[in-house]
């Protein structure tokens, strides 16, 4: 009854989460769910509670954005260094659960021996068929005898042997280091859907700063085009008298700042590509088909936002924490029962005979039964000190996960700030554009009717140029800021299969306001 009783219990603290800071929102002070609409962008909103789904970046409705990242997931070799961490974790869990189980196992010994005439008293001696091995006794040369010695003998054996060993988890040792793997486990199955979460994220990134370079590549070589006509008109009215040298300079100062910027963009042109071809799985000799088009990337009108507590359920980084402070846990009950009275019990069953085919009859067989009991008297505090260090470090990790919660609430915090502003500077940036071009063709008219000359007109294209340059940044800008969002809230990798669906964020009642 007392080791039923025992064997019922497990020594160390049950992992409890630890109580957290309370968070309603994520900023003292309400703030407002709509993100400032501009006149050719549909209103945005952000949808409190809203669940998101695991394919999140086709909100984006880019088909080819969408191939890309399924392609990445097959063939990035950081998903496949995810995957395998997490069969190996799965593995260490079968087994450590294995000692829970009795071992067995069987051995079989044949032997050639020849045992020494001197060491008489060591031989075999009858076996069931009647035959004996012994060392024989020479006659001494006093007695009429011709050896001075005793004989040996030589002879072969045949062991055949069952051994079966328990050891009881009486104190919950062994469960509590199968509780610590189990939650190593966890933590690789979050740090796999971390790695597709953060893939996602940057080929979604990626796409975005791809489609932007594009965009202001194209402007820029019509800016330097049209600077170049105005270079070479100025020129001309500087060879007829209508303009005097520092114009001439003035213009040809402005082509080379302009030309100036074409380096670098295509420079980042080029680091944006090479780490796409990364991000698929590719090499760079081989690129990646897919081009990318901002007008093709498509704004969602309403963004989830997810509640801290949903947050806390959410992401695989607060999650991950959340697996490493109950190994933690778990480690300080195997530290707690190392130091506790263990118990063995082993068992053998076997023959052993001169013939194979009788090691089991009744004079070959045999058996043993073995219980011990161990308790550490004394070991210059090892183990005390090693129970010292695992509460420690069961500290250490519940500090850390409170460190990763209220760095994560933050993340959410800055990348909501982010968004608003980056709707008011695409709507700034949008109205600016849309005057920009109202100019343009007004001043289009103008040449049209001879009111104005050429390069009046080229100044106002250019500045429809630029104005079109700040809008595809600021609507870059806010693409980029919405797949983060999705990133901060973890990404619904819940969703990602059946099992995973049933451990998704409980229900939490919405505020009015966030």
């Not at 079989?108 to 021996?113: D, E, F």
């Not at 709507?427 to 103008?446: C, F, G, I, N, V």
């Amino acid at each position: 009854m007392a080791a039923l009783w025992l064997a019922g219990c497990a020594v160390g603290p049950d992992y409890v989460r630890p109580a957290l800071p309370v968070s309603h929102g994520y900023a003292p002070t309400p703030q407002p769910l709509e993100l400032a609409p501009a006149a050719t962008v549909p209103a945005q909103r952000l949808a409190v509670a809203a669940d998101i789904r695991a394919d999140w970046w086709k909100v984006f409705e880019s088909p080819v954005l969408d191939a890309l990242i399924v392609r990445a997931f097959d063939a990035n070799p950081s998903i496949e260094a995810a995957q395998a961490a997490l069969r190996a974790a799965q593995a260490n869990v079968y087994a450590q659960r294995g000692f829970f189980f009795p071992t067995i196992q069987a051995s079989y010994s044949p032997s050639r021996t020849k045992i020494a005439g001197n060491l008489g008293g060591n031989s075999p001696g009858i076996q069931g068929n009647g035959t004996v091995i012994a060392t024989r006794e020479g006659t001494p040369a006093s007695e009429g005898g011709t050896a001075p010695f005793n004989g040996p003998v030589i002879y072969n054996f045949h062991t055949a042997q069952l051994t079966v060993g328990y050891v009881p988890d009486v104190f919950g040792g062994n469960r509590r280091q199968a509780e610590a793997l189990e939650a190593q486990q966890r933590y690789q199955r979050l740090q796999l859907e971390a790695a597709y979460l953060t893939l996602a994220s940057n080929v979604v990134a990626a796409a975005i700063q791809d489609a932007l370079l594009r965009q202001q590549l194209a402007l820029t070589e019509q800016m330097i085009e049209a600077q170049m006509q105005s270079v070479a008109l100025v020129q001309r009215q500087f060879k007829a008298g209508h303009v005097s040298r520092v114009e001439v300079a003035m213009e040809e100062s402005a082509l080379a700042q302009t030309r100036q910027l074409l380096a670098p963009l295509r420079q980042q042109f080029e680091h944006t590509r090479s780490l796409l071809r990364a991000l698929a799985g590719n090499v760079q000799d081989q690129d990646v088909p897919e081009v990318f088009s901002l007008d093709t990337l498509h704004l969602p009108s309403e963004l989830p936002l997810s509640l801290p507590a949903q947050v806390i359920e959410q992401r695989p980084d607060i999650r991950a924490a959340e697996a490493q402070l109950q190994a933690a846990s778990a480690m300080v009950g195997v530290a707690i029962a190392n130091r506790l009275p263990q118990l063995s019990i082993t068992a053998a069953l076997g023959g052993a005979a001169s013939n194979i085919g009788q090691m089991f009859w009744n004079s070959g067989r045999f058996f043993d039964l073995i219980g011990g009991l161990t308790q550490p008297l004394f070991d210059g505090g090892t183990l005390k000190q090693r129970q010292r260090a695992a509460e420690a470090e069961f500290e250490q990790a519940r500090a850390q996960y409170k460190s990763t919660v209220i760095q994560a609430f933050q993340n959410v915090a800055d990348t909501l700030h982010t968004l608003r502003s980056d709707a008011e500077t695409h709507a700034a940036a949008d109205a600016s554009a849309r005057a920009a071009h109202q100019a343009m063709t007004l001043t289009q008219r103008q040449f049209r009717g001879g009111q104005i000359d050429r390069l009046a007109l080229i100044t106002a294209e250019q500045a429809n140029r630029q104005a079109q340059l700040n809008l595809a940044q600021a609507r870059a800008a806010r693409l980029g800021s919405a797949a983060a969002l999705f990133q901060a809230l973890g990404g619904g990798w819940w969703h990602r299969t059946e099992e995973d669906a049933t451990a998704a964020a409980p229900a939490t009642s919405v505020p009015a306001t966030l």
